[in-house]
């Protein structure tokens, strides 16, 4: 049974809740102040950083379930998907492929953090370490937590200092470090494969071919440089698009 439809049977077996309108201390009214400070105002993040509060609903990922973690310990894009689609909206869950609108905006700035659950030690663990991978998970950053439930008095110079570039940098950093950790830990057999494949097939199998794109990691889909590889080269690869893993060009 797909996850949305699991969700709308437990909401009817009244198994489920629907989030109220304040999680952790938190209103939508107050994330939305939040985000517009940072030039992040789109419903959908906003949404997506509600359902990140939930530490009503226990994790939909079954092991976390099983240690008593909530939604928001820990929630993969299907998860926020469809909290924000069929729990908040009471409609269908968002794209998934939407979430370079919806997550990347907030990670990008370290409003989120990526996890990976481990799901033979039902634990999250920094970063993002297979590519593509159902356990890859987000929750809210401690530090941005904090701001959404500071007091009206103190969330502006707490907000100010956060999002400074100097500061935004440093968490990224550290993030990034903590991934690597975990990415040596959990070992990433498809991103060697995919490297393999570019930097010894193609260029003993396939003389005369380009390598345009490789989707390798659960970061930025297509970098500048790619993108500008496949404008050359007259490809556009839309939202709605398959995202291959490595595209080719002669």
């Known amino acids: 049974m797909k996850l949305e439809d699991k969700l709308r049977s437990d909401i009817t077996a009244k198994k489920l809740q629907r989030p109220p309108n304040t999680l952790q201390g938190v209103t939508k009214e107050r994330i939305a102040e939040v985000l517009q400070a940072l030039d992040r105002t789109s419903r959908d993040q906003i949404d997506a950083v509600f359902a990140l509060l939930d530490d ?18 820990g929630a993969s894009t299907a998860h926020i998907a469809c909290h924000v689609g069929v729990l908040q909206r009471n409609a269908g869950k968002l794209d998934r492929e939407g979430r370079d609108y919806w997550l990347k905006p907030l990670w990008e700035i370290g ?28 929750r809210i950053a ?25 500061a935004i940098r440093a968490r990224l950093q550290v993030q990034a470090a903590l991934a690597e950790t975990t990415r040596a830990k959990v ?6 494969l995919i490297t393999a494949a ?5 260029p003993n199998f396939l003389p005369g071919f380009d390598v345009l794109y490789i989707d390798a990691t659960d ?3 297509v970098t500048p440089a790619q993108e500008q590889a496949m404008q050359k080269a007259g490809i556009t690869i839309q939202l709605g698009d398959s995202m291959p893993d490595i595209l080719l060009w002669n």
Not at 143 to 153: E, T, V
Not at 187 to 192: A, K, L, R, V
Not at 198 to 202: F, L, N
């Open 142 to 166: 401690p530090a941005f937590l904090q701001i959404l439930k500071a007091p009206d008095a103190d969330r502006k110079a707490l907000l100010a200092a956060w999002a400074s570039e100097e």
């Open 219 to 221: 970061g930025q889909r």
């Open 56 to 73: 009503i609903n226990p994790s939909w990922f079954y092991e976390a379930a099983e240690k008593g973690l909530k939604v928001c310990h």
């Open 111 to 138: 409003a989120l953090e990526k996890l990976y659950f481990d799901s033979e030690t039902a634990e999250f663990l920094p970063g993002h370490p297979v590519p593509k991978s159902p356990n890859s998970a987000y």
């Open 187 to 192: 070992g990433t057999p498809h991103m060697e």
């Open 198 to 202: 570019a930097q010894v097939y193609v």
